[in-house]
């Protein structure tokens, strides 16, 4: 049982990544997913959430992200994407995707129970 990060790297301002969370041995779409950051000498911060597919479908973001990210899910492929468009040098930092234990919860769950590893996000000209 684990999750998969990946899709970071080097991004000019202004420009796009798309992250990927792969589930392994669980069926993510079951459980609430979400996507935090840790930038340098800062504490870690929630980005978005989406609630399982059994929960109410709520999605989250939190304001410094509105509207240039966007969180989704491919059931067929057990992943859960954070398109971040837009980029700007303060969302450099390691990102990591986590979920909960908790079938048919939604945001925010009540714990994050499973966390992969981080991916890191360098926004820099």
């Known amino acids: 049982v684990q999750l998969q990060a990946s899709g970071g790297g080097l991004v000019q301002p202004g420009g796009s990544l798309r992250l990927s969370c792969l589930a392994s041995?669980?069926?993510?779409?079951?459980?609430?997913t979400g996507w935090f950051r840790q930038a340098p000498g800062k504490e870690r911060e929630g980005v978005s959430c989406?609630?399982?597919?059994?929960?109410?479908?709520?999605?989250y973001y939190t304001d410094s992200v509105k509207g240039r990210f966007t969180i989704s899910r491919d059931d067929a492929k057990n992943t859960v994407y954070l398109q971040m468009n837009s980029l700007k040098p303060e969302d450099t930092a390691v990102y990591y995707c986590?979920?909960?234990?908790?079938?048919?919860?939604?945001?925010?769950?009540?714990?994050?129970?499973?966390w992969g590893q981080g991916t890191l996000v360098t926004v820099s000209s």
């Open positions: 986590a979920t909960d234990k908790a079938p048919g919860s939604t945001c925010p769950p009540l714990s994050w129970d499973i």
């Open positions: 041995g669980f069926t993510l779409e079951y459980y609430t």
């Open positions: 989406i609630s399982s597919s059994g929960g109410t479908g709520s999605i």
